[in-house]
């Protein structure tokens, strides 16, 4: 499952209308709806865009609130979840277009913001 948060924050309910990262909740209800209750999920793909020119895209601070959000709720929320992805740590060249503003290192190894959150997540000394 692809799960992009878009303009939405993390923790926004699912729904039908717009795609937002609890949308998967609904998906995951069609599988309970046909008995598949233990089968895992996985989300291949995930995250918010901080792309400056981008409608679709949020600021870098909240980027990284909703990231981390997300992986909490995860988490805590979905037993049914085997992994979640971020897309994308680097592209080889850069698109020079709202794609660029999913990475988390620039195609020269500059290191976002969301890296180091996540770093600090990962090691558990994240607040």
């Not at 209750?37 to 792309?51: Q, Y």
């Not at 981390?68 to 592209?91: H, I, K, N, T």
Request: a negative charge; charged letters at 20%; aromatic letters at 16%.
């Amino acid at each position: 499952m692809h799960s992009y948060g878009l303009r939405s924050a993390a923790l926004d309910a699912p729904a039908r209308d717009r795609l937002n990262f609890r949308r998967v909740e609904l998906l995951r209800d069609v599988l309970d709806e046909y008995g598949l209750d233990e089968m895992k999920v996985w989300i291949t793909e995930f995250g918010w865009n901080d792309h400056p020119r981008w409608a679709g895209a949020v600021s870098p601070a909240q980027r990284v609130i909703n990231t981390l959000d997300a992986f909490r709720w995860a988490d805590a929320q979905w037993p049914w979840l085997a992994a979640q992805c971020l897309w994308v740590f680097r592209y080889p060249t850069p698109a020079n277009s709202y794609p660029d503003g999913f990475v988390l290192a620039t195609t020269d190894f500059d290191l976002k913001p969301l890296y180091f959150a996540l770093q600090t997540y990962a090691t558990g000394s994240a607040p």
